[in-house]
């Protein structure tokens, strides 16, 4: 089988190579892998680790993936041979409270880069009839992360008002889920070609961060002096200001990127007078995503590919996440 490998840190240092085919072991099923979803994380970790603790060559890159499931070891049957599955992002953790054993996919745990791949039963999920490979690749992370802080914390409803900064593949699900709950979304972005899109997509108003950079005081006249409900904070520093002002009182903020600076700043006095609540979130457990692949069918959800690349075109699917695609990036394992 072919699978991506990075030996040094930078993209190019990725090397595709042939192994043989792994045998799965107790409680392992063996994957033939049909898409692949990249993230921003992935990039990080190829570039220079920084998506996560632990990561240091050599490793597969990788966590988001859709397949067959070919082979199964002794005692593994949550699924038959023939199943349609999705893996987790993060290996270990099922429910509740992240446990400290639980391993990210894609390094420091196995990347799905990989013609076939081998995870425990329990790292995976049923792929939704209704979605195709290639977007039921898109799930495990960016779906999972927008679905864990809008409707697993955020108890996202009708009337409620989302404020999605960018137009990643979190913003645009987080988008989506706002729509299928009865609820509007706000849209920043920089480009007004992808804010165009997003409002065909169903965003009820649209900022452009560069004519307005305060767009918190734009949210709150966009909902009558009240404040957004809920608030996706994609970049940190100086925005993390923003964000809480863009709240009603009570309000969420959900911490999920930090793009622009690792550290996030605001002063003490919008916690006093607007008492909101600040999360942050990684990504979710596995009844998330199982939760959001239901949804996913009932609610008639579409992730957003903004294009599909063959396995070996790696390195320029990885030049376009850097260019920042409008929704996701996704590799087909049969071109």
Request: glycine share 14%; hydrophobic share 45%; aromatic share 6%.
């Amino acid at each position: 089988m072919r699978r991506w490998r990075i030996e040094q840190f930078g993209k190019q240092n990725l090397r595709l190579e042939t192994v043989p085919v792994p045998t799965p072991g107790r409680g392992e099923i063996l994957v033939r892998v049909a898409a692949v979803a990249l993230n921003y994380r992935d990039k990080m970790n190829i570039d220079n680790g920084s998506g996560g603790a632990q990561v240091a060559p050599p490793f597969t890159p990788a966590s988001d993936m859709a397949g067959e499931v070919v082979a199964l070891g002794e005692d593994a049957r949550r699924f038959a041979v023939g199943a349609r599955v999705m893996s987790t992002f993060w290996g270990g953790w099922l429910d509740g409270e992240w446990p400290s054993h639980a391993v990210a996919l894609g390094a420091p745990g196995p990347g799905m880069l990989s013609e076939y791949v081998l995870l425990p039963e329990d790292w995976a999920v049923a792929a939704p009839a209704a979605l195709s490979d290639a977007h039921a690749s898109t799930l495990p992370c960016a779906g999972v992360t927008a679905w864990s802080a809008l409707v697993e914390h955020g108890r996202l409803h009708a009337g409620q008002t989302v404020v999605l900064q960018g137009t990643g593949g979190v913003s645009l699900f987080g988008l989506q889920l706002a729509a299928a709950h009865g609820a509007q979304a706000i849209v920043i972005s920089g480009d007004d070609a992808k804010l165009e899109r997003a409002q065909a997509l169903g965003a009820a108003h649209l900022i452009n961060r560069r004519r307005t950079p305060r767009w918190d005081e734009a949210v709150r006249e966009m909902t009558g002096g009240r404040g957004a409900d809920h608030v996706l904070e994609m970049v940190g520093g100086d925005n993390f200001r923003l964000s809480l002002q863009a709240l009603r009182q009570g309000g969420r903020v959900s911490v999920i990127g930090l793009l622009g600076d690792a550290e996030i700043h605001a002063s003490s006095v919008p916690l006093f007078l607007g008492r909101p609540t600040i999360q942050g979130i990684g990504v979710g457990h596995r009844r998330a995503l199982e939760e959001l692949a239901r949804a996913a069918g009932h609610a008639g959800l579409a992730p957003v590919i903004e294009r599909e690349y063959g396995f070996g075109d790696l390195p320029q699917a990885i030049d376009h996440l850097e260019r920042g695609p409008f929704g996701k990036l996704v590799l087909r394992l049969d071109r």
